[in-house]
Structures are given as structure tokens and as C-alpha cells.
């Protein structure tokens, strides 16, 4: 059972950067996927990011493209979003996931973690 820990979250002022992290524990890291999501208040969970096993591969939403970087340091079983010039619209909880496949722009991820709380002040 794979587990994930999320951390890095927080309050920032807009035009500000955070980098969340995600800890993974119980199996080979880097044969999964990892995903990012987000969900604001009233809002359904969205597709932020997700990078590949090698950290070759990444795919971004629209809304976060130029913005948000993911990288991944599979040595030491964690997965990284850099986020800059955040916005309010960028406020929400934020979840890494991990999923045995390739790729994915859904949420069809196999190992979800608690989610971390990012707030973006105007």
C-alpha cells in the first residue's frame, strides 16, 4: 500500500511562489505516474499537472501553463510543484496522486494523499 504525504502549503500573497511537495512510502516510486488536483470551495476537483516515472514527461493544465513546474527526485521518493506568480484563482487544496500508468488528465489515479491547503491573498 503506497502512501502519500503532502507538504508545502500555505498562505501567500498574490504574485508570490510556493513548492509543495509529495512523499511516497511502500513500493518503487518511480514506476508511477504522479499527478497533481486541486479543489477550491464549490468547486469539483481539477487536473493541475502530472509527470511521468522518469521525470521526462509532464503535462499541464491550461490555467497553470508558464506558471507551474513539476519535477520529481525519485531517490528520494518525492514529487514537487513550483508555483509562481499565483493568483487568487490558484487558491484551493492541492493532492498528489500516484497511478501504475502512464499519464493521466483525470482522476483516475490508484493513491491519493491528504491534500494541502494553498491560499492566495489579493
Known amino acids: 500500500q503506497v502512501q502519500l504525504v503532502e507538504s508545502g502549503g500555505g498562505l501567500v500573497q498574490a504574485g508570490g511562489s510556493l513548492r509543495l511537495s509529495c512523499v511516497a512510502s511502500?513500493?518503487?516510486?518511480?514506476?508511477?505516474?504522479m499527478g497533481w488536483f486541486r479543489q477550491a470551495p464549490g468547486k469539483e476537483r481539477e487536473f493541475v499537472g502530472a509527470?511521468?516515472?522518469?521525470?521526462?514527461?509532464?503535462k499541464y493544465a491550461d490555467s497553470v501553463k508558464g506558471r507551474f513546474t513539476l519535477s520529481r527526485d525519485n531517490a528520494k521518493n518525492t514529487g514537487y510543484l513550483q508555483m509562481s506568480s499565483l493568483n487568487p484563482e490558484d487558491t484551493a487544496v492541492y493532492y498528489c496522486?500516484?497511478?501504475?500508468?502512464?499519464?493521466?488528465?483525470?482522476?483516475?489515479?490508484?493513491?491519493w494523499g491528504q491534500g494541502t491547503q494553498v491560499t492566495v491573498s489579493s
Open positions: 496522486a500516484l497511478r501504475r500508468s502512464p499519464i493521466a488528465t483525470t482522476d483516475r489515479y490508484d493513491y
Open positions: 511502500g513500493h518503487t516510486f518511480s514506476v508511477y505516474a
Open positions: 509527470i511521468g516515472g522518469s521525470g521526462v514527461m509532464t
